[in-house]
């Protein structure tokens, strides 16, 4: 059943909105100093919350803290894994070196393709569930915050080297 979604962003901000037919179908709301996120959908309210900066990962909770999945990232090739409870294993990767199209597939049967273009994009999906697709935004904007911290520093120590 291939099914397709918009997805929008604000400006300056981390807030997901996630579009079916120009109906919402959910909402993913990123904390502004932490790489967490709620993700609230027509079933439930999900947490997203990260830990560890050598070895970071993120886990799904449930509205009943129940832990559903956990996302282990490798920050040097931009990758991630997710696992769920249940075992069932996907793979995420940017598919690009503009870092404006990824994919999420477990490479038997389920695959979602995303894009991206100035805050908004689309999302094709061999597969409806909505948990995939905001664990596909989330770790996208993952990445997008570890790049967006390391161009900072970079900039403070270029632009700092001067004033020592």
């Given at each position: 059943?291939?099914?397709?979604?918009?997805?929008?962003?604000?400006?300056?901000?981390?807030?997901?909105?996630?579009?079916?037919?120009?109906?919402?179908?959910?909402?993913?709301?990123?904390?502004?100093?932490?790489?967490?996120?709620?993700?609230?959908?027509?079933?439930?309210?999900?947490?997203?919350?990260?830990?560890?900066?050598?070895?970071?990962?993120?886990?799904?909770?449930?509205?009943?803290?129940?832990?559903?999945?956990?996302?282990?990232?490798?920050?040097?090739?931009?990758?991630?894994?997710?696992?769920?409870?249940?075992?069932?294993?996907?793979?995420?990767?940017?598919?690009?070196?503009?870092?404006?199209?990824?994919?999420?597939?477990?490479h038997t049967d389920k695959q979602?393709?995303?894009?991206?273009?100035?805050?908004?994009?689309?999302?094709?999906?061999?597969?409806?569930?909505?948990?995939?697709?905001?664990?596909?935004?989330?770790?996208?904007?993952?990445?997008?915050?570890?790049?967006?911290?390391?161009?900072?520093?970079?900039?403070?120590?270029?632009?700092?080297?001067?004033?020592?």
């Amino acid at each position: 059943m291939e099914q397709i979604l918009n997805w929008s962003k604000g400006t300056f901000d981390s807030n997901y909105h996630v579009l079916k037919d120009g109906l919402l179908r959910f909402s993913l709301n990123f904390s502004s100093l932490k790489n967490s996120a709620i993700a609230t959908t027509q079933s439930g309210i999900f947490l997203l919350k990260s830990t560890g900066i050598a070895n970071p990962e993120t886990l799904l909770f449930n509205n009943k803290n129940e832990v559903l999945a956990k996302i282990t990232y490798d920050l040097l090739g931009f990758k991630a894994k997710i696992i769920f409870k249940s075992g069932e294993q996907f793979d995420w990767s940017f598919q690009n070196s503009w870092l404006s199209r990824w994919s999420l597939n477990n490479h038997t049967d389920k695959q979602i393709l995303f894009s991206a273009s100035s805050g908004r994009g689309m999302i094709n999906s061999n597969v409806d569930d909505d948990m995939l697709v905001f664990c596909g935004l989330f770790i996208r904007e993952y990445f997008a915050r570890i790049l967006f911290g390391f161009i900072i520093v970079v900039f403070i120590l270029l632009t700092g080297k001067g004033i020592f």
